[in-house]
Antibody, heavy 120, light 108 residues
Framework: EVQLVESGGDLVQPGGSLRLSCAAS????????MNWVRQAPGQGLEWVSY????????HYADSVKGRFTISRDNAKNSVYLQLNSLRAEDTAVYFC?????????????WGQGTLVTVSS | EIVLTQSPDTLSLSPGEGATLSCRAS???????FGWYQQRLGQAPRLLIY???SRATGIPDRFSGSGSGTVFTLTISRLEPEDFAVYYC?????????FGQGTKVELK
């Protein structure tokens, strides 16, 4: 069974940093791209970042480019999102989502999310 | 960036009724790389439809998708109690990937 478990969400002050983690199980992790998608309270979904299975290709939404960094460790079956220079508008539940293949953009399985709150 | 606009925002229906949800893209979606997700309250999104009309693994056949180019539709033939949720359309053919604002299917 595919499982994705996010962690690392917290209350942080504007300008602060946070590192989110997503632990994967139930599939061959390196065979799949991974994504982060966020959802502000009561709002819709916003794709944030993408990384291929080999880490060769990485994409970011313009809203987070230069502030967030995605990475993965295939030996640990984990993907990470480093959040720097956080703003109030980054407050959201952050989901990790699996791509259907190593370079695929379609997301098929999602974790339950971790809440990031940016507030003073 | 491809903007996806869903209609209606809210659909009030009873169990057993059919539902038709629409999504319009601001430009043609490459290779029909278009899907639908269901999100129940407090849960993660679940993939229902990909490539405009293919059902994801384990999705009941009362869910069907259609469309191409800029106009797409999700049809639920007979609503079950567990179908009352928010539905998002999504294009994954161009970067950045984008989602519609959601259609809430609520109990009438």
């Amino acid at each position: 069974e595919v499982q994705l478990v996010e962690s690392g969400g917290d209350l942080v002050q504007p300008g602060g940093s946070l590192r989110l983690s997503c632990a994967a199980s139930g599939f061959t992790f390196s065979d799949h791209s991974m994504n982060w998608v966020r959802q502000a309270p009561g709002q819709g979904l916003e794709w944030v970042s993408y990384i291929t299975g080999s880490s060769a290709h990485i994409h970011y939404a313009d809203s987070v480019k230069g502030r967030f960094t995605i990475s993965r460790d295939n030996a640990k079956n984990s993907v990470y999102l480093q959040l720097n220079s956080l703003r109030a508008e980054d407050t959201a539940v952050y989901f990790c989502a699996r791509g259907t293949g190593s370079g695929d953009w379609l997301m098929d399985y999602w974790g339950q999310g971790t809440l990031v709150t940016v507030s003073s | 960036e491809i903007v996806l606009t869903q209609s209606p925002d809210t659909l009030s229906l009873s169990p057993g009724e059919g539902a038709t949800l629409s999504c319009r893209a601001s430009q043609s979606v490459y290779d029909n790389n278009f899907g639908w997700y269901q999100q129940r309250l407090g849960q993660a999104p679940r993939l229902l439809i990909y490539h405009a009309s293919s059902r994801a693994t384990g999705i009941p056949d009362r869910f069907s998708g259609s469309g191409s180019g800029t106009v797409f539709t999700l049809t639920i033939s007979r609503l079950e109690p567990e179908d009352f949720a928010v539905y998002y359309c999504h294009q994954y053919g161009s970067s950045p990937r984008t989602f519609g604002q959601g259609t809430k299917v609520e109990l009438k």
